[in-house]
């Protein structure tokens, strides 16, 4: 096709008259004529633009449809041909639509067939490629199928063979396979035995001995000397693993096993490299892997591949504890002081008592090492072994003028877990107390609370000289050392009475002074939102928080069941108040019978799985008990956990429901999740992923327990 004619109709085509994901699609002619243009970093920008502005972060648009035929046409002229091939296939591929009809986008692609269809014979490998991959988008079998298969004996191309391959595999898995059979070979190309793999894999094929070797020999599989498989698939080995485990067989479990456990072993750093990254997700996966894997991971605790290493034994924290002398090794012996660190805050995670006197000798030169012991990724439930001489390196380090960052808070975290054993560092607190007052005061009254009488004295009365103009956790610290409410009530009035306040926060601090807050109660109704506030998550956080603390001080529910059902009316229907309605829907459990007017609110929670186990609680606790259908409830919270929706709380709510709400093949699925391979809890926070299955594991196996009838 010409170029010149590529855009006929350009300008006469309405295209104010429909949206992408900047509102108006009038800037495409322009963006259009760019594409088409000589200037080639102009052409360049437009491509960007258009991904930004009709395939927006995988969500396609109106304005999709209308520009898909100038697209074909550009393309077809020889123009950003490869480029605009795989637009137009993401275009057709994308499932997240927003503002056009369902299919609209991929059927206005599938009409540019005619169009797109001769690339396939294009002299530039890159071009057919994109063609196979955009064709095989438009998921028009009858139409598409055939030119592909016409197609697989004539390429020669081994790349575009193994697009070719997985494109048909995709189109019609069983017809993918009976291709796959004939290219499994060794004397075949690698990429094309790796796309022969994946046609196995997506038929729903067994997995077999020649498959193992295939996806072996193909190693190392990414990226493929540069080059991409697929389109769609840029880590093979971690691919066919988590297709493998997700199978949920044994017998193919094993076999991910196996594979991964060969390539661990090889001799090449390269495919070490990219085991570890595969390893790393089948242990987030599946929860026989690490067990599996341990003993081919802990010799590549080395220099050489101990990056990939570490962060996969962080990430199993205790479970690893097999890789306690490696890490102490390289934590003490290496050269390079970044791999030392990383290696140090990696044993604190694993062996937490080897740790300790490493990072007390480096202290101020371990941040990675000080972040695992005390900070963040440090367990909550979990303190750090108490240790003399890193009490004593901490003492020090408070002592300097170059702290700075979150070093501050993880040394107070630290002797704050200590409590009285850390009281030799009470001087060094109270001089951090007016230079980082938010991390110190909590660690003073810890300490304080377990040391000698005079000890607590002074901690009291400088937390009280501090409170006034300190923030809020300093009077809440002098007010859990002393039990003397006088001090953080004047700070809560203040807090709840300016505009800067942090109103959620003064609210929680007051509900936990139960009835002894009962001077903050006033303020705390002189916080609550009007009919004019802001439909946004900080209000509605703090409105629940405000009940809930008006709830635990006056008990008084005619005050306090409106907010909530203010709450609940206003975060109904949207996705993004979820988390509030959540939290509203905890108050409400707390109200037990007098929260029955919110019984229709809590119902309508039911409807997002996310929202269901704490529905459920706040139910239970606040209906008439014979109106609920327990066990249809039941039905809903294994859902939940099974879908990874608040699965701890979907426990506490079937432990709520009781035994008789729970039929065989509820038993049959709670079991399921306690004993499954496959992780309940996949995702997160990489590091906390293992530890909160495994911790979620126990709490089922208690909840099963606990409903299993009697024999």
């Known amino acids: 096709m010409d170029l010149a004619l590529a855009l006929d109709g350009l300008d006469a085509h309405p295209w104010a008259a429909t949206t992408h994901a900047y509102g108006s699609a009038e800037d495409l002619p322009d963006v259009l004529r760019a594409l088409a243009g000589d200037d080639e970093e102009a052409a360049d920008e437009a491509v960007s633009e258009l991904y930004g502005s009709v395939l927006h972060q995988g969500t396609v648009y109106a304005a999709g449809a209308e520009v898909a035929p100038f697209l074909a046409r550009v393309a077809a002229a020889g123009h950003k041909s490869a480029d605009l091939l795989r637009l137009l296939g993401d275009l057709a591929g994308s499932d997240d639509e927003c503002g056009v009809e369902p299919g609209a986008v991929r059927e206005a692609v599938a009409a540019q067939l005619p169009v797109m269809t001769p690339s396939l014979t294009d002299t530039d490998p890159a071009v057919r490629q994109a063609a196979v991959w955009a064709l095989a988008q438009t998921r028009a079998v009858g139409t598409v199928l055939p030119e592909l298969l016409d197609r697989w004996d004539a390429e020669r191309e081994p790349l575009v063979r193994a697009e070719l391959l997985g494109a048909v595999a995709r189109l019609e898995p069983a017809a993918g396979a009976a291709l796959a059979k004939t290219v499994l070979g060794p004397e075949q190309p690698a990429r094309l035995r790796l796309a022969a793999v994946f046609a196995h894999l997506d038929a729903g094929e067994a997995w077999d001995a020649a498959l193992h070797r295939a996806m072996l020999s193909s190693l190392p599989a990414s990226p493929l000397g540069g080059e991409q498989l697929d389109l769609d698939r840029a880590e093979p080995l971690c691919a066919v693993v988590e297709a493998l485990l997700r199978r949920g067989t044994d017998a193919e479990t094993a076999a991910a096993g196996d594979l991964l456990d060969t390539a661990l072993r090889d001799e090449r750093a390269e495919v070490r490299a ?333 409807e997002d799985l996310e929202q269901v186990p704490a529905a459920v609680l706040a139910l239970v606790a606040v209906a008439d008990g014979e109106s609920l259908d327990r066990r249809s409830l039941a039905g809903l919270l294994l859902t939940a956990a099974e879908r990874e929706a608040n699965a701890s709380e979907a426990c506490d709510a079937l432990e709520a429901l009781g035994p008789r709400a729970l039929t065989d093949d509820h038993l049959r699925r709670l079991n399921d999740l306690a004993e499954r391979d496959l992780r309940v809890i996949g995702s997160g926070l990489e590091d906390r992923i293992v530890h909160a299955d495994e911790r979620l594991r126990v709490r089922v196996r208690a909840v099963a327990a606990t409903l299993r009838p009697s024999p």
């Open 274 to 606: 990219e085991a570890v990254w595969a390893a790393d997700r089948a242990c987030r996966l599946s929860r026989s892997a690490s067990e599996r894997l341990l003993p081919a991971l802990l010799p590549l605790v080395t220099a050489a591949d101990a990056p990939g290493v570490l962060s996969l034994l962080a990430n199993l924290g205790p479970i690893a504890a097999e890789a306690a002398p490696g890490l102490a090794e390289l934590a003490e012996a290496c050269d390079d002081d970044v791999l030392a660190d990383r290696a140090l805050g990696v044993l604190a995670l694993v062996v937490p008592d080897r740790a300790a006197p490493l990072l007390a000798r480096g202290l101020g030169r371990r941040p990675r090492g000080l972040d695992a012991a005390a900070g963040f990724r440090a367990p909550q439930d979990v303190p750090f072994p108490f240790h003399h001489e890193l009490l004593t390196a901490v003492r020090a380090r408070l002592t300097e003028d170059d702290l700075s960052g979150n070093e501050p808070v993880q040394l107070a975290r630290l002797l704050r877990q200590w409590g009285g054993r850390a009281a030799a560092a009470l001087p060094e607190l109270y001089g951090l107390l007016p230079r980082f007052p938010l991390p110190a005061a909590p660690a003073l009254a810890a300490i304080a609370a377990e040391s000698a009488p005079d000890e607590r004295r002074r901690a009291a009365r400088v937390l009280r000289e501090s409170a006034p103009e300190g923030p809020l956790p300093v009077a809440q610290a002098h007010f859990e050392l002393t039990g003397e409410t006088d001090v953080l009530l004047a700070r809560l009035a203040k807090e709840l009475s300016e505009a800067s306040g942090d109103v959620a926060g003064a609210a929680r601090a007051a509900g936990r002074l139960g009835a002894a807050g009962e001077g903050a109660a006033g303020a705390l109704r002189g916080a609550l939102s009007g009919a004019d506030a802001r439909r946004i998550t900080p209000v509605l956080d703090a409105d629940v928080a405000l009940a809930d603390a008006l709830w635990r001080i006056t008990g008084d529910a005619r005050t306090v069941v409106p907010v909530l059902d203010s709450v609940f009316a206003r975060a109904a229907g949207e996705p993004w108040f979820r988390w509030s309605a959540i939290q509203a829907a905890r108050v409400a459990a707390s109200l037990g019978p007098a929260g029955r007017p919110l019984v229709p609110r809590l119902e309508a929670l039911l």
